[in-house]
């Protein structure tokens, strides 16, 4: 069965980091888009961080850019987000998600690999709790 595995949650304080995990079961992630997501109760989903499936260009939202960080093992099995300075705002739950040779573009908004709509594989959500 083709399916992800988030795994790295869990409380830290204001400034500490945190790496989340997400390994592929079944398959790796050749030519596919890979992105970290990350939702609170009441606030729709936002893409944090994506790697484009061609060429591995990266992309960061505004509220993270210079913070988290990107990266794939050289198997590409598993990826990771690197979370550095983070403060109670980060506080959320953390969702990755891969999409087979998702076109990479811009919509004048947002990277398509940061937009979550037609992603073919979700992991379970790993929550993040972030104190001050």
């Known amino acids: 069965e083709v399916q992800l595995q988030a795994s790295g949650g869990g409380s830290v304080q204001a400034g500490e980091s945190v790496r989340l995990s997400c390994s592929a079961s079944?398959?790796?992630?050749?030519?596919?888009?890979i992105s970290w997501f990350r939702q609170t109760p009441g606030k729709e989903r936002e893409g944090v961080a994506c790697?484009?499936?061609?060429?591995?260009?990266?992309y960061y939202s505004d509220s993270v850019r210079g913070r988290f960080t990107i990266s794939i093992n050289r198997a590409k099995t598993t990826f990771y987000l690197q979370m550095d300075n983070l403060g109670p705002e980060d506080t959320a739950v953390y969702y990755c998600?891969?999409?087979?040779?998702?076109?990479?573009?811009?919509?004048?908004?947002?990277?398509?690999?940061?937009?979550?709509?037609?992603?073919?594989?979700w992991g379970q959500g790993t929550l993040v709790t972030v104190s001050s």
């Open positions: 998600a891969a999409d087979y040779l998702r076109v990479d573009y811009n919509d004048g908004a947002v990277w398509s690999c940061l937009d979550g709509a037609g992603f073919d594989l």
């Open positions: 079944g398959f790796n992630f050749d030519d596919y888009a």
């Open positions: 790697r484009a499936s061609v060429g591995g260009s990266t």
